[in-house]
């Protein structure tokens, strides 16, 4: 859905409240309703009042998709029933013979897709160390025609320059996707760097609630949202009117959660990295962390997410992650409440044996917006 009828002068938290989510013209509602109908009223045959049909489109999820697209600072927005359903939209673009680049950590669900479903297609793929332009140039072939990013990555929180990464893509006829998920719109926005696509797992922080599951694609084409739309429709994995109200809710809190979780992180950070049991700690915001110039000149803040590895390897890693209570044990990220995992045994799984697979001591931390003394008694208990 274009992104239409909202003010270019207006701050990341006026446009988070009320882009796409004027009150309701005929009841003065101030909250977009639900509209849970599968079909619409047409005044003659073909001609409607600019629904038809659900699964092609509904109010309420256009004025998700709008809010979504003014947060990215994109002209387009198309929302999907996972953030899985909206990656495999764009792969869909795809035809047998191509080829993509991926990160050499990626998100294992994105791996299982590219690596085990698309070569059932034809597809090959490479992954690659996308913070090196050598490596990614190295990979790239005649018949590359993606190159796909994760920034920060998923679980080992390297970050990508989106800027060098499209113009890699783009110098040779690939299409550049940034996978904004950890960032969120409010800490980064790939577009204005030159990706192509911007997907996201709604799922995660802009939900925020652990209640809805829900993925979106942002763009500036028209021609590629012609084509996103065109697929979105075919497809069918489009979000239920009642998700889009839910994610909707969760995306008015954004800017004030992210704030929070980002401050809780540093402070987990400082606690880690003194404590004798860890022997590592990932997180952007780190000066001596490998992307860290990138973060800082890309980001607005350095995210909610952190990674470190324990000593003792995996045994003492799921040790560890059983012993903490406000920490939950839990997949998925990007909620109210804090939850930790072994990535290598939970998420990343389906990486083991391949080069993306991940080093079973690694934790992974998504830091709530608890009480941050709380949070560091728990993990103290669970690392002692």
Not at 45 to 53: A, F, L, M, W
Not at 90 to 104: Q, S
Not at 287 to 302: G, L, V
Request: net charge negative; glycine share 8%.
């Amino acid at each position: 859905m274009t992104n239409e009828n909202m003010d270019e002068r207006w701050g990341f938290e006026t446009r988070a409240i009320h882009a796409g989510q004027k009150p309701d013209p005929q009841t003065g509602a101030i909250t977009v309703p639900v509209y849970q109908t599968t079909t619409y009223e047409q005044d003659e045959v073909g001609k409607g009042r600019g629904y038809e049909y659900s699964r092609t489109g509904n109010p309420t999820r256009t004025a998700l998709e709008m809010s979504l697209a003014a947060l990215e600072g994109a002209e387009f927005g198309r929302a999907f029933a996972s953030g899985m359903a909206a990656e495999d939209t764009i792969l869909r673009l795809l035809n047998p013979g191509d080829h993509v680049v991926m990160g050499n950590d990626a998100y294992g669900g994105t791996f299982r897709l590219i690596s085990k479903v698309l070569t059932r297609m034809g597809i090959s793929w490479s992954p690659a160390d996308l913070s090196v332009q050598e490596n990614i140039e190295k990979n790239i072939n005649e018949k590359t025609r993606i190159v796909w990013a994760e920034t920060p990555s998923n679980p080992l929180l390297s970050v990508v320059d989106i800027q060098m990464l499209s113009n890699v893509a783009h110098t040779h006829g690939a299409l550049c996707v940034v996978d904004n998920t950890f960032a969120t719109p409010y800490l980064q926005q790939p577009l204005v760097h030159g990706a192509d696509f911007v997907v996201h797992s709604t799922t995660k922080y802009l939900g925020g609630h652990s209640d809805v599951v829900g993925g979106f694609i942002a763009m500036n084409s028209p021609e590629l949202d012609q084509e996103i739309g065109f697929l979105q429709n075919a497809v069918g994995a489009v979000p239920a009117p009642w998700d889009c109200y839910l994610l909707l809710r969760g995306v008015k809190t954004l800017p004030v959660r992210m704030d929070r979780h980002c401050e809780n992180a540093e402070s987990i950070v400082e606690f880690l990295r003194g404590h004798p049991r860890v022997i590592d700690v990932l997180y952007p915001g780190l000066p001596d962390h490998p992307t860290h110039e990138i973060a800082r000149n890309q980001m607005k803040k350095f995210g909610g997410m952190v990674s470190f590895t324990v000593r003792g390897g995996a045994d003492e890693a799921r040790k560890t992650v059983a012993k903490t209570n406000l920490f939950t044990l839990a997949e998925s990220l990007g909620a109210v409440e804090s939850l930790i995992e072994v990535p290598a045994a939970m998420t990343h799984l389906s990486a083991e044996g391949s080069p993306l697979e991940v080093d079973d001591s690694l934790i992974r931390l998504s830091v709530g917006i608890e009480t941050i003394g709380d949070l560091l008694t728990d993990l103290d208990h669970a690392l002692s």
